[in-house]
Each structure stands twice: as C-alpha cells, then as structure tokens.
C-alpha cells in the first residue's frame, strides 16, 4: 500500500523556519518526483519544490527559491522541506506528492500519490 504521510508543521512567527516531513511507504524514492504543494485557505493549490530524485535536481517556485530547500535521506525514505524566513504568505496547508514521471512548472495531475498535509501558520 503506498502512503505519502507529511508531518512537522506549525504556527510560527514571521523569520522562522521548520522542517517538513514526507515519510513515504509502498514506494522507492530512487526514480521519479517528489514535490510539495501548498494550498492557503480559500485558494488554489500551488507547487513550491521539486525533486527529481533520481537525478537529485530541485526547482523552486520564485516565490520561495532561496527560502525552501528541498533534499532527502534514502535510508528513511523520507523526502524533506525546509521553509527558513518565514512569511505570513506562506502560511497554508502544505502537502508533499509522488508522479513517476514530471514536468517544471508543476503540473498536479501528474502526480498520482498525495499525503493528507501539514498545516504551517506564519504569525506577523
């Protein structure tokens, strides 16, 4: 059974940092892509970062290229997202995803596998 389970977010203030979780099961992290979305209330969803992990390139949405920086540990099969100088606009729900296959831009229906999100809240 594949599972995709996100974990550490929180309320923070304004220049703070977490690191976000994705622990994935049924499914190996040594080809296609990783990617994290986020999705703040009443708005659409959007992708932030990438990873392609069989080659361990990452992109970036603008909006965060310099702030997020998304890496992995293959023993814990776990892929990660670490979100420093926090703003209130990056407060949102934030959930990681699995494609076989992907593109840059992010495109959502790539990706079949979904975690249930971990919600980061930015305080000013």
């Known amino acids: 059974q594949v599972q995709l389970m996100e974990s550490g977010g929180g309320s923070v203030q304004a220049g703070g940092s977490l690191r976000l979780s994705c622990a994935v099961s049924?499914?190996?992290?040594?080809?296609?892509?990783v990617a994290w979305f986020r999705q703040p209330t009443g708005k659409e969803r959007e992708g932030v970062a990438l990873?392609?992990?069989?080659?361990?390139?990452?992109y970036y949405a603008d909006s965060v290229k310099g702030r997020f920086t998304v890496s992995r540990d293959n023993a814990e099969n776990t892929v990660y997202l670490r979100v420093n100088s926090l703003k209130p606009e990056d407060t949102a729900m934030y959930y990681c995803?699995?494609?076989?296959?992907?593109?840059?831009?992010?495109?959502?229906?790539?990706?079949?596998?979904w975690g249930q999100g971990t919600q980061v809240t930015v305080s000013s």
């Open positions: 049924g499914l190996s992290l040594s080809n296609g892509c």
């Open positions: 990873l392609v992990t069989g080659f361990g390139q990452t």
């Open positions: 995803a699995k494609a076989s296959a992907c593109t840059w831009p992010l495109r959502q229906h790539e990706f079949s596998y």
